[in-house]
């Protein structure tokens, strides 16, 4: 997994300068920000769904590392979400799709839904604990 990340950053790393070049050349921070999620951040987070689970931690921190380099020229803003919350939001995306569509390939994988008899429910009187 560590080459499929230091693969991907190398063809994200020349992005970074032609959008300085741009900046230098007037066109708008909003402008450049929606590029570099369009770009940089589609080709980090493209597919993660089925990679993101294999990664390591130093693999996360290369990833981590080359979007903080992308706040530090104002090209991410620094309250976006991390490509660790991306990815899990991804994951999420696609789990909840896999469950709402009954024909889908990865849905027989999954195992059968189970009915638990309690509620976790702050409000709920009925709890039989003291």
């Known amino acids: ?4 990340v230091r693969d991907v950053i190398a063809r994200c790393g020349q992005t ?3 959008l300085k070049v741009l900046r230098t050349h ?5 402008s450049l920000r929606e ?7 589609a080709k980090l987070m493209y597919a993660s769904p089925a ?7 130093s693999d996360r921190q290369q990833i981590d590392a080359f979007v903080r380099h992308g706040v530090r020229f104002r090209l ?3 309250g976006d979400p991390t490509p660790s919350q991306l990815a899990k939001d991804a994951d999420d995306t696609l789990f909840t799709r896999i469950l709402a569509n009954e ?13 638990h008899g309690y509620s976790l429910h702050p409000g709920d009187t009925t709890s039989r604990w003291p």
Not at 26 to 30: A, I
Not at 103 to 115: E, Y
């Open 35 to 41: 590029i570099y999620k369009a770009v940089v951040l």
């Open 1 to 4: 997994m560590s080459d499929h």
């Open 26 to 30: 007037g066109m708008s921070d909003d």
């Open 51 to 57: 990679w993101w689970g294999f990664t390591v931690a």
């Open 16 to 18: 970074p300068y032609a």
């Open 76 to 78: 991410y803003n620094a």
């Open 103 to 115: 024909h889908d390939v990865l849905k027989p994988l999954l195992p059968d839904k189970r009915s």
